[in-house]
């Protein structure tokens, strides 16, 4: 059934959007249209800013018992509608149901519910010397979201920034707009002040360039490519305003010589293929030993027959289509390119069979990956994976280093203290060892081009905070 939005949120309210061509939301496994969302305008934009200006004071002064309270209302509010998350998610982006249950609708869930907490137990003053150092919230904040965690992404800046007590306004991606819908819903279920979150649906060049140049937006908080990101800095920029920015990554899985290597290489492709590889921490290179490379290539084979390309509502299926012909197509001139700069096919390519219908891209191994080739350097951001032999330790850290990203990683060994002694090496924002989980407490951000500043956790709270010293 198609989900037609012809409506805004704004200043506690839904809003009917003003005349305009409809923005079109296609199912990627299907190709058909499942639903439209309004195309906002710069003066919509507008409309939003000012009540999150108007709004924000009052939130500010909010007790932070109380803050707390709302956000726990809107955990409750979402855990209700996980199912509905789930689902949509499914049809917008692709993911199988699975993992749309597991991740796209479960971790924002767990993200949330740490911030309850923080926001209630906020971090104390310091006292040093004779001032004593206090933060407060920085302002209106404006949140621009990508398509391929859609509600995470938006969880991971509005609960901090509701937390540290600013008032936001966001823009979700136009591709994945509506599960923002659902997550709007529950937020004026949850009974939120007016004013405090507004949502502005449009186009990056409409509606984001307006979000990310409006005079009375206090930081902007960004998540996508690294071009848009340098766009945004420069709009930012022009009125010193504070950006926060998790951008491109191109992550290296360092498997060590001396490591279980039937586990790594089987999270590895795991993690290289999650989200049909639409994930910006993918450790879409993985460097492995040369004495043990060619049973690692075999290995990785292996795993990737698994990997079944279908229908996300079919529980056989592992991995579903790309989020748009578009990126489709772009993968797969990467994988045609890396080919012909001298990669080796192992798994997948360009003939592999896929569905006839649905943006579908099979997944791909490709082994003797040149580290300065275009396909190891590059963000593909599809279900392609480099293999690159390494001749030692230093030469591992000197390829996994050759990227002007820096997001995530991984290392492999038998011997702790050796994965830590490299982990510790590597440029890059977090690295797991031997396939340690997830932390959503742990700060998430990159080195280089793959950012400015961090998420989630008390580091994710302190990024919409100003810091103030009183002397006394």
């Known amino acids: 059934m198609e989900s037609v939005r012809t409506d805004f949120y704004l200043d506690g309210r839904w809003v009917r959007a003003a005349g305009g061509q409809p923005l079109e939301v296609h199912n990627p496994t299907t190709e058909e249209v499942i639903g ?6 710069a003066e919509d934009v507008d409309r939003a800013v000012t009540a999150a200006r108007a709004a924000f004071e009052g939130w500010a002064a ?46 924002p869930l767990t993200v949330l519910r740490s911030y309850v ?3 209630a137990h906020p971090p104390a003053p310091q006292t040093v010397g004779n001032s004593l150092v206090v933060r407060e919230p920085v302002g209106v904040v404006g949140a621009i979201t990508p398509w391929n965690y859609p ?34 819903d529950a937020i004026h279920e949850a009974g939120l002040p007016p004013g405090v979150v507004n949502l502005v649906t449009g186009t990056g060049p409409v509606v984001g ?46 498997i060590l010589d001396d490591a279980d290597l039937a586990t790594a290489v089987k999270v590895g492709v795991g993690n290289a293929f999650l ?39 079919d529980p056989a299926t592992r991995l579903g289509p790309l989020v748009s012909a578009q990126q489709r197509d772009r993968v797969r001139d990467h ?32 082994a003797d990956v040149d580290p300065d080739s275009t396909l190891a350097q590059e963000e593909i951001f599809g279900p392609v994976l480099a293999v690159i032999p390494v001749d030692d330790d230093d030469h591992a850290v000197r390829v996994a280093n050759n990227s002007r990203y820096g997001l995530a990683g991984a290392v492999w060994s038998g011997d702790e203290e050796r994965a830590l002694r ?17 932390n959503p407490l742990a700060p998430f951000g990159g080195y280089k081009q793959s950012g400015l500043g961090r998420e989630l956790g008390v580091h994710g709270l302190e990024e919409f905070c100003e810091v103030k010293a009183i002397q006394r």
Not at 212 to 220: I, K, Q, S, T
Not at 342 to 366: E, H, K, N, S, Y
């Open 275 to 313: 989200n049909s590889g639409q994930t910006c921490t993918a450790w879409t290179r993985m460097l492995v030993h040369r004495d043990r490379y060619d049973e690692a290539l075999d290995l990785a084979a292996k795993a990737t027959d698994g990997y079944r390309l279908g229908d996300p509502l």
């Open 422 to 438: 490299v982990a510790r090496r590597l440029r890059t924002g977090a690295v797991d060892i031997n396939g340690a989980p997830f």
């Open 151 to 184: 509600l995470h992404q938006i969880v991971a800046k509005l609960a901090p920034a509701l937390a540290a007590g600013c008032a936001l306004v966001l823009k979700p991606s136009e591709l994945t707009p509506l599960t923002a819908y659902l997550l709007f």
């Open 36 to 41: 439209t969302v309004p195309a906002g305008t």
């Open 209 to 254: 360039e307006a979000l990310a140049g409006h005079p009375d937006v206090d930081l902007v908080s960004f998540t996508g490519s690294t071009a848009t990101g340098r766009r945004i800095t420069h709009l930012a920029a022009d009125r010193i305003a504070r950006v926060s920015l998790e951008l491109g990554g191109k992550s290296a899985n360092v």
């Open 117 to 119: 907490d923080l926001a």
């Open 335 to 366: 994988i045609a390119r890396g080919l012909a700069d001298g990669g080796r096919l192992i798994a997948g390519g360009p003939d592999a069979p896929v569905p006839q219908r649905g943006w579908f891209v099979a997944p791909t191994v490709i």
């Open 62 to 107: 909010t007790d932070p018992a109380d803050r707390a309270a709302h956000l726990d209302r809107l955990h409750a509010a979402l855990t209700a509608r996980a199912d509905d998350i789930a689902h949509t998610v499914a049809g917008e982006l692709g993911t199988p149901l699975k993992v749309a249950t597991r991740v796209q609708a479960g971790l």
